[in-house]
């Protein structure tokens, strides 16, 4: 139950397109999704999160979209960049330790 | 602010061998976290702690021990290495108070 289900493992758009990243999750117990971005080389870092009370959040370019019915959140990247090809992972946190259990990955590429 | 400092960069070690990974933070943290990153496979939770002295076992920690003697040091101690291990291995840390959780830069290490 502890699972974040990830998808596409990789995706290519080009500049101004949108691209969408898709998580599920089984454990109705996590109460904060954060989504992160990594560059080749570099830690993870904090791109934007939402609590479950939410259904919508925005940030910039970056949304995420949130459906707690069907336990599914998504990232949406408007107008996107070559700067913006990285890697992205979805999580997943509970408890009072607020580990983190992290979707497989998408590997975004935005071609100029 | 330097953030979460991790040392080394990138250690080859022969099996059997063993090794500690460094990680220091200067944000006054609480909570310090070890991850580790296969491709294809996202991050994976090895320890975590919510304090000084106090330190608890995450999804992946056999192979693995840690410590918490003071505030700002989490270090993550192999003692024999296998090949298994062969990882990217990232140290996080977070606000009690608040989920956003910073990663170092991570430890490329490769036993053979």
């Known amino acids: 139950q502890q699972q974040v289900k990830q998808s596409p493992q990789s995706l290519i758009v080009q500049k101004g397109g949108i691209p969408i990243i898709n998580c599920a999750y089984e454990n109705t117990a996590f109460d904060y999704f954060p989504w992160y971005q990594q560059f080749p080389g570099k830690g993870p870092a904090l791109l934007i999160a939402i609590r479950p009370d939410v259904s919508e959040k925005k940030e910039g370019r970056f949304t995420i979209s949130f459906n707690k019915s069907a336990k599914q959140f998504s990232l949406h990247i408007m107008d996107s960049q070559p700067g913006d090809s990285a890697t992205y992972f979805c999580?997943?946190?509970?408890?009072?330790?607020?580990?983190?259990?992290f979707g497989s990955g998408t590997q975004l590429t935005v071609l100029p | 602010n330097a953030g979460v400092t991790q040392t080394p960069k990138f250690r080859i070690l022969k099996i059997g061998q063993s090794m500690t990974l460094q990680c220091t933070q200067d944000?006054?943290?609480?909570?310090m976290y070890w991850y580790r990153q296969d491709p294809g496979m996202g991050l994976k939770l090895i320890y975590y702690s919510v304090g000084a002295g106090i330190t608890d076992k995450g999804e992946v920690p056999n192979g693995y021990n840690v410590s918490r003697s003071t505030t700002e040091d989490f270090p993550l101690r192999l003692e024999l290495a296998a090949p298994s291990q062969t990882s990217v291995y990232f140290c996080a840390s977070s606000l009690r108070s608040f989920p956003e959780a910073f990663f170092g830069q991570g430890t490329r290490l490769t036993v053979v």
């Open positions: 944000m006054n943290h609480n909570y």
């Open positions: 999580a997943a946190s509970r408890g009072s330790a607020r580990q983190l259990t």
